[in-house]
């Protein structure tokens, strides 16, 4: 007999008795609040085209890193679990080909997947994709090597339903909000297909400049030519390419863009005087730049941001910390986004010091901050925030995107930033799926939180109550300005 799948509902709530029945009356409260996901990386194509998602490893498998690297550790081929490298058949004939489909057939990647679910216990993973099939796909017996055809049929056969297309789930998972991200050569064809469709449903786009600010970037050189092409300025030099920036950003607002994102190895800003500035574009634009100009270039353009923010109101988000692809052959073979990117140690306080020297006062400017370095919480990120009126502090994030990482991060930086100087809760997933199933486990976990200051008598039943609702919905709204 299959094992039985059952979530608790008293799942990563406290185990103290008393704590945990004021845990389950905040939970109560707001566990049906819509979800507001303001950064994230769903892809706007699904909402646009409200096409059938495919089948169940197309859409839950393959585009998790999470899923992806766990498996890789283990020995799973990714070719086996279906990505497709640079090796992948590249012919462009479109005859019919004799030769046997070179891709492995789903059912069996799906197959894979279910006899090496086990090493996901304890991970969150595991939590995610349980809600995912006990609430989504109403399973009640747990995936593993018997159930795993049971799993595929079930959920492919689901998936073809007008109940599984993307609007219909969005609408399902009562979201209120979700932001894509997309960067400056994108043409938001999607967000205007959405926009002009008439659906109610609200999706709004981010403004994510990596590929053109960061000279490491493969093909830096040839995207500042394409940038040229779009926007009609010389992107080649340093005036035109600031222009284009400003005029991009002004038409992603205009698809409702609220925010921008930046994705730098580190948090390092620079002010230079305008001549150096130049001087240092000059260096950089070609595509060959040193490592120190690179890194250079990208703390001035951050001080960039931050002014045109102040110009167009557009919030900004600071994504460091993350060695991308450090894994160089799957990177070579697969691409990016495959699972091999490594947290570092990230300083905050030297290196944002150029820009809240020149911006760090003003109320009107907001500059999120998340990290993959859990050392800077109570030393450099808590105190920052907690100081600068334009910092706020984003939540536990990838890597800490876990109920003890959720726990750590209110622990760590509560008593000297405070519950205000945050921004709540945002799910930053391409798993669309399991984003009700991520503010599900974060609405538990702060009021989990919440429910021992009340125990311990460090706040009152009522305010435990609204800070519940505002860590779970209003806080992300007034941050992003939704």
């Known amino acids: 007999m299959p094992n039985a799948l059952h979530l608790d509902p008293d799942r990563l709530f406290p185990a103290d008795p008393r704590t945990r029945d004021i845990a389950r009356m905040l939970y109560a409260q707001v566990q049906g609040l819509p979800i507001i996901s303001p950064h994230g990386h769903t892809d706007p194509s699904w ?61 069996e ?91 109610g449903g609200r999706v709004i786009t981010a403004y994510r400049p990596d590929p053109v600010v960061d000279p490491e970037f493969e093909g830096f050189a040839r995207n500042l030519v394409l940038l040229s092409d779009l926007t009609g300025q010389d992107c080649l030099s340093w005036t035109g390419y600031l222009t284009a920036h400003r005029q991009r950003r002004a038409f992603f607002a205009q698809m409702g863009a609220t925010s921008t994102d930046h994705g730098h190895p580190t948090a390092r800003t620079a002010d230079l005087p305008q001549s150096e500035a130049q001087a240092l574009f000059d260096r950089v634009k070609g595509g060959a730049s040193s490592p120190a100009d690179a890194e250079l270039f990208r703390a001035q353009m951050l001080t960039e941001m931050a002014r045109m923010s102040m110009e167009d109101g557009l919030v900004m988000q600071l994504h460091p910390g993350s060695f991308r692809n450090h894994n160089a052959q799957l990177f070579a073979q697969f691409g990016r986004d495959v699972g091999a990117d490594i947290p570092m140690p990230t300083d905050y306080v030297h290196a944002l010091k150029p820009l809240l020297d020149r911006f760090g006062n003003e109320a009107d400017f907001t500059l999120i901050l998340f990290t993959l370095d859990e050392t800077a919480y109570a030393r450099e990120l808590a105190p920052l925030a907690g100081h600068y009126p334009c910092l706020r ?84 709204r007034q941050a992003y300005r939704l």
């Open 109 to 199: 990647a799906w197959r894979i997947f279910a006899r090496h679910y086990y090493l996901f216990r304890g991970t969150p993973s595991r939590i995610w994709l349980d809600w995912v099939f006990a609430e989504v796909f109403a399973q009640d017996v747990r995936l593993e090597a018997a159930t795993a055809d049971l799993y595929f049929d079930t959920i492919t056969a689901a998936l073809a339903t007008e109940a599984f297309r993307p609007r219909a789930l969005f609408e399902r998972f009562n979201i209120e909000v979700i932001a894509t991200t997309e960067n400056p050569l994108d043409s938001l064809d999607h967000h205007r297909a959405i926009r002009d469709s008439g659906w």
């Open 393 to 476: 502090l984003g939540p536990a994030w990838w890597f800490h995107d876990s109920p003890e990482g959720m726990r750590r991060f209110r622990r760590m930086t509560t008593e000297t930033a405070g519950f205000y100087n945050t921004v709540g809760f945002n799910d930053d997933t391409r798993a669309f799926l399991s984003i009700p199933a991520r503010h599900d486990l974060a609405r538990r976990v702060d009021c989990g939180f919440l429910a021992e200051l009340v125990a311990e008598h460090r706040l009152e039943e009522d305010e435990a109550a609204q800070l519940a609702q505002d860590l779970a919905c209003n806080l992300a």
């Open 47 to 107: 909402f646009a085209g409200n096409a059938p998602f495919g089948n169940a490893a197309e859409l839950l498998l393959q585009p998790d890193h999470y899923l992806l690297r766990m498996l890789y550790s283990q020995g799973v081929a990714l070719e086996d679990l279906g990505l497709g490298g640079s090796g992948a058949d590249p012919r462009p004939d479109p005859r019919p080909d004799p030769r046997p489909d070179p891709r492995p057939d789903p059912r």
